[in-house]
């Protein structure tokens, strides 16, 4: 493959971080923009120093112009922890992230990648969710700035790509896990291991019944690049692990896998949390021939590994 001239925002975070380093790998050149609200410089420090990369810290908010092939906009913060803290800063990330970016692409004749995400399906009537599926989704709920935010970044690629004919794909992410997460990041995965490795009481959100499915973050990176690499499938497409497991079940596996001596409790349900969710993959196997191949288990073994590791950082600091 030709060395191409990489754009990516959001590449100082958790997922971002790793394609970056995939991207490195495979001998391109790997701009990273970030405003380091919820990604970290620890993220990509390993990068600093090599002739093809280089970070600016940047606000995808604001606009950011130079030449460049591919863009893949990952910009904005995840986990409902961080994405409510400042909730119109989050609508601006992905309305105006992607105005700009779109906005850029269409300048240079790039190749856009819009990260979206399973919570555009909301609280989903449809299950497993299909990316045909229109979605059942809070216009007004604290969860909106989020969904609807990454609904109009949908809106504007199909509209860029109808009207400007710019090259835009849509990839739908589900729940991803893994190292490079952070120890206070929030979501279900990082909040059950670091609780457990702490003996910690591990926080089950309502009765957990709720389903999730966990994707590690190394298959996913895998799809993202499968999905900027295809020609002439502008998706969307959803990327994620279709094993599904109820939250309190998590907590236990959590607990036997690190040996822990946490109990669980149980606290108020966050509201308009989906009660499900699970993607069909079907149309990433035909089109991408992708598919993850890590399983809960293994990827749990390699994240437990890792948060082991930054609680120990933490006690010598
Ligand atoms: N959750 C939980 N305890 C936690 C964090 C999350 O029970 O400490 C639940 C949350 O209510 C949701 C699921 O785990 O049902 C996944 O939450 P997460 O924040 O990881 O992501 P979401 O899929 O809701 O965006």
């Known amino acids: 493959m030709n060395a191409k001239r990489v754009l990516l925002t959001g590449g100082a975070g958790f997922i971002g971080s790793h394609l970056t380093g995939e991207l490195l790998k495979l001998g391109h ?9 919820s990604g970290r410089l620890e993220n990509i420090q390993e990068f600093e120093g090599c002739e093809s990369f280089r970070f600016i810290k940047h606000d995808v908010s604001e606009p950011f112009c130079e030449d460049f092939d591919w863009i893949f906009n990952l910009a904005c913060p995840a986990s409902p922890d961080a994405y409510q803290t400042d909730p119109i800063q989050t609508t601006k990330t992905s ?29 989903p009537k449809v299950h497993p969710q299909v990316e045909s599926y ?3 989704v809070n216009p007004v709920g604290v969860r909106s700035c989020y969904d609807e935010g990454k609904r109009v970044a949908e809106t504007l690629c199909n509209d ?10 849509i990839i739908r992410i589900f729940n991803t896990y893994g190292p490079r997460m952070r120890v206070n990041d929030g979501r279900v995965v990082s909040n059950f291991i670091v ?4 003996d910690k009481d591990i926080t089950v959100y309502g009765d957990g019944s709720q389903t999730r499915s966990f994707c590690y973050v190394k298959d996913l990176v895998r799809g993202i690049l499968a ?15 279709p ?15 690190t040996n822990s001596k946490s109990r669980i409790i149980n606290l108020p349900l966050p509201s308009d949390d989906p009660t499900v969710r699970r993607p069909d ?27 082991d590791k930054e609680l120990t950082k933490r006690v010598i600091k």
């Open 134 to 136: 229109w979605g059942n």
């Open 29 to 37: 050149q790997v701009t990273v923009l970030d405003n380091l609200s």
């Open 227 to 241: 999905m900027m690499t295809k020609d002439s499938f502008p998706g969307p497409v959803n990327l994620g692990n």
């Open 243 to 257: 094993g599904e497991y109820k939250v309190r079940d998590l907590a236990e596996i959590i607990i036997k896998m």
């Open 160 to 169: 860029y790509r109808r009207q400007n004919g710019v090259d835009t794909k």
């Open 281 to 307: 993959i079907s149309l990433a196997k035909k089109e991408l021939h992708w598919e993850p191949k890590i399983d809960l288990n293994e990827g749990l073994l390699l994240t437990i590994a890792y948060f």
């Open 95 to 123: 309305m105006l992230g992607a105005f700009n970016m779109l906005g850029l692409a269409k300048r240079c004749g790039a190749r856009l990648l819009q990260a979206s995400t399973s919570e555009v399906y909301g609280d």
């Open 195 to 198: 609780q457990a490795l702490q």
